[in-house]
């Protein structure tokens, strides 16, 4: 089974700008949570997705909005982008309701200057 | 809103000395989970506990779930190199959504 992809790996955008970070879930897996993890901090909640609807969401003003697809893929996009913005992020499929882990992708590393 | 911390933040052992890491939710959890993430990498899910006073091993690794649902420890007996890296604790509230909450870490060093 494929685990989960995330693309692009590192990306470097201006303050102002907008950018939009990609994930493919691991197979047979229905909802998508998105984290983002400072350097030397825990994963933060941003939202989750789930039957293509927001199911969720963390302190993370309005610019940061996703997107789920039927194929259960999904993006996250991030307006107005500020430095504070720069972090590792995390996309982490699952299945609903149940009793297992989350399997994480690799992550988008995005640097804003 | 729910917190989860974790001590000690870091944590620097002789290798084949032992190493725990405590996990405290401000709020009672529905399960716990353990992830450990590797220098540069990315979360790995190790193991969820569901049931209060649960305890489960894998190998070295011993996991613990406290009998009020709201704590949680790691300890890892004679640790190796392969050991090194930063874990959390991810908690899910009883009266939350779907949302998973990450404890602030626990890294880990091993000294050859």
């Known amino acids: 089974e494929t685990g989960v992809t995330q693309s692009p790996t590192h990306l470097i955008k201006t303050r102002g700008q907008q950018v939009t970070l990609r994930c493919s879930s691991q197979s047979g897996h229905n909802t998508v949570s998105w984290y983002q993890q400072a350097l030397g901090q825990g994963p933060q909640f941003i939202f989750q997705?789930?039957?293509?609807?927001?199911?969720g969401r963390g302190n993370f003003p309005p610019r940061f909005s996703g997107l789920q697809f039927p194929n259960y893929s999904s993006e996250l996009n991030v307006n107005a982008l500020e430095l504070d913005d720069s972090a590792l992020y995390l996309c982490?499929?699952?299945?609903?309701?149940?009793?297992?882990?989350?399997?994480f992708g690799s992550g988008t590393r995005l640097t804003v200057v | 809103g729910q917190q989860v911390m974790q001590i000690p933040q870091y944590q620097h052992v002789q290798e084949g000395e032992d190493f725990t890491t405590y996990c405290n939710s401000s709020t009672t959890l529905s399960n716990i989970q353990w992830y450990k993430q590797r220098p540069g990498g990315h979360p790995v899910f190790l193991i969820q506990l569901v049931k209060s006073g649960e305890v489960k091993k894998q190998k070295r690794l011993t996991f613990q779930f406290g009998e009020a649902k709201k704590n949680s420890s790691l300890h890892i007996t004679a640790t190796q190199t392969t050991d090194v890296g930063t874990y959390f604790c991810a908690g899910r509230s009883n009266f939350g959504n779907q949302k998973l909450t990450f404890g602030t870490g626990t890294r880990l060093t091993i000294i050859p």
């Open positions: 997705y789930y039957r293509e609807e927001e199911n």
């Open positions: 982490a499929s699952s299945v609903r309701d149940r009793e297992f882990g989350y399997t």
